[in-house]
């Protein structure tokens, strides 16, 4: 059995779950690293790549900071914990910690997500070790010296060939989920209009609550939730209550019952000004939430209009709030783009579907 040592994550799958694909022989090693502290969409990739392995019959471990929030989800997985914690960008205790670490487990690929790990893991390795990037975003100007790239999107290919990246290093991957959930019960789609994210500027969830004033403004009734913490949540309330909709929308916080949120959706909407993936976005498509999201870099290559979900221009609260009203008046309509987006997610965004790319990235790296 292969050994990996992988990045902090919580697993779905359960220890006896195996993939078809599993019986393949990948007989390598893979350091798996990731060094955000924090909980978002580069540490829930982290989590579906540590599944994935886990999954393809791989010994696991993982290298993470100690103060990682996904600490605890790692530690439910049973796997070997290898925490480094970091002080600065550049501190060469930890490089030498690190290196140590590779020359005990003599990995045969390094994957790493995210440009702390990256640039850290590259100084450690000092090319004996293959280094692949999976790339969040479209930062990766100081990751050019990696062996490989996953790119989850195809203009993350596009930038790379244009930054001199040869096209034998680069392999498209798209995001996972680790498990589709039940299909969605028939019945009639509730009035109620849900976002979540970080509340941060470039998430546009300003966009969000003006559109529900417009759709107010035009007597549509509605319910909404909006749901995440950040830095905005007080201008986020406060603009609620300027703008009339105190009785309109509440502020639960991060929520844990997923599953319960979508559900309770009748629209979800993705407002970002720039956004590289939005995995609540593949999440909102499996749970066949109708789906309104902006033309920012990710959405727009994921969600077709008027085919999986519907586009509007970044920054347009009425483009926005028309777009909601319409699925909100028109349920067949509304249904029938939120089954094609669960198809979509199906055949294209589950681990069965992108872990034979994986493995060919992996072994391609690998013996070169």
């Known amino acids: 059995m292969a050994r990996v040592l992988a990045g902090a994550g919580c697993t779905r799958l359960q220890a006896g779950d195996a993939l078809p694909y599993a019986a393949a022989n990948l007989n390598m090693r893979v350091v798996n690293a990731m060094l955000g502290l924090g909980r978002g969409g580069l540490e829930e990739s982290f989590v579906v790549y540590h599944e994935a392995l886990r999954a393809a019959g791989h010994e696991v471990a993982s290298l993470l900071d100690p103060r990682a929030a996904v600490l605890d989800d790692v530690r439910r997985l049973e796997v070997p914990l290898l925490p480094v914690r970091t002080w600065t960008r550049w501190d060469p205790l930890t490089v030498w910690r690190v290196r140590r670490i590779l020359r005990r487990w003599n990995p045969d690929v390094i994957l790493v997500h995210g440009n702390r790990a990256g ?22 100007q100081r990751l050019l010296r990696c062996d490989g790239f996953i790119a989850i999107l195809p203009d993350q290919r596009t930038a790379l060939v244009r930054a001199g990246v040869p096209e034998e290093r680069i392999f498209t991957i798209p995001s996972m989920l680790p498990r589709l959930p039940a299909r969605r019960v028939e019945g009639p789609l509730p009035a109620r209009v849900g976002a979540m994210g970080r509340f941060h500027p470039v998430k546009g ?68 000004h720039h956004e590289a993936f939005a995995r609540v976005m593949l999440e909102a498509m499996a749970h066949e939430v109708p789906l309104v999201v902006t033309d920012s870099e990710g959405p727009r290559q994921i969600v077709e209009h008027e085919r999986t979900g519907l586009v509007v221009p970044r920054g347009d609260p009425v483009a926005l709030g028309r777009a909601i009203m319409r699925l909100l008046q028109n349920p067949a309509e509304a249904r029938a783009l939120a089954r094609q987006a669960r198809a979509k997610v ?7 579907a992108t872990a034979p790319l994986l493995q060919r990235a992996l072994e391609t790296v690998a013996a070169r």
């Open 205 to 272: 969830l300003d966009v969000f609550l003006r559109a529900l004033r417009w759709l107010k403004d035009q007597g549509v009734p509605f319910q909404a939730v909006l749901a995440g913490d950040g830095e905005l949540r007080e201008p986020l309330q406060r603009w609620t209550r300027e703008w009339g909709l105190e009785t309109d929308v509440t502020f639960p916080g991060w929520v844990d019952d997923k599953a319960a949120f979508f559900h309770s959706l009748g629209v979800f909407c993705l407002t970002s």
């Open 119 to 140: 640039r850290l893991l590259l100084r450690a390795a000092r090319g004996r070790w293959p280094v692949i990037a999976r790339l969040p975003n479209y930062r990766f």
């Open 346 to 352: 199906e055949s294209t965004y589950t681990i069965e």
